[in-house]
């Protein structure tokens, strides 16, 4: 019985936390949103980062069912905010950076993966959904580890 409680509580807890952090997110998605307005191409990129932390998140709460998120919500590389600036640069000094040109593949696996994520986890198949986002953060870490290079190439352009 004991252990019963401390469980519950521990549970409990947990959930306040968990709502604390989503209660944090979601100001700084507003500053961060607000901020993007008026962004240089390096403040794009932290944005970036921003953007790929929360998309990590929305995938991982729909995966712990603390949201309805599905798949066809979900942004492709296209269309989030990243994807929307990468496809109209036209800038050679972003353009011609290294880090620039190998960007595209990680950050279309990151949204793959997710989306595909949120697909196994509807289906049930939560073992696969885990393994998806396990994929999903491997990319992820390769764009914010791109990002981070861009924004020193640009810093010394």
């Known amino acids: ?6 469980s519950n509580r521990n549970l409990d807890e947990i959930s306040e936390v968990l709502e604390a952090m989503q ?10 949103e607000d901020f ?17 932390v929360r998309f990590k998140r929305s995938v991982v709460d729909r995966l712990l069912d603390r949201s309805e998120l599905t798949a066809d919500k979900l942004a492709s590389h296209h269309t989030c905010r990243l994807g929307k600036w990468y496809d109209t640069v036209e800038d050679p000094a972003i353009k011609n950076q290294p880090a620039f040109a190998r960007l595209a593949d990680p950050h279309r696996r990151v949204h793959d993966h997710g989306k595909q994520a949120l697909l196994l986890h509807s289906q049930g198949d939560l073992d696969a959904a885990n393994a998806e986002v396990e994929r999903m953060n491997q990319a992820s ?10 924004g020193r190439g640009l810093a010394q352009a």
């Open 23 to 32: 209660a944090a997110a979601a100001v700084l998605d507003k500053r961060v």
């Open 141 to 150: 870490h390769e764009v914010l580890e791109l990002l981070s290079e861009l």
């Open 1 to 6: 019985m004991r252990i019963a409680e401390l």
């Open 36 to 52: 993007s307005n008026n962004a240089s191409a390096e403040s794009i990129l932290e944005i970036a980062k921003n953007d790929h």
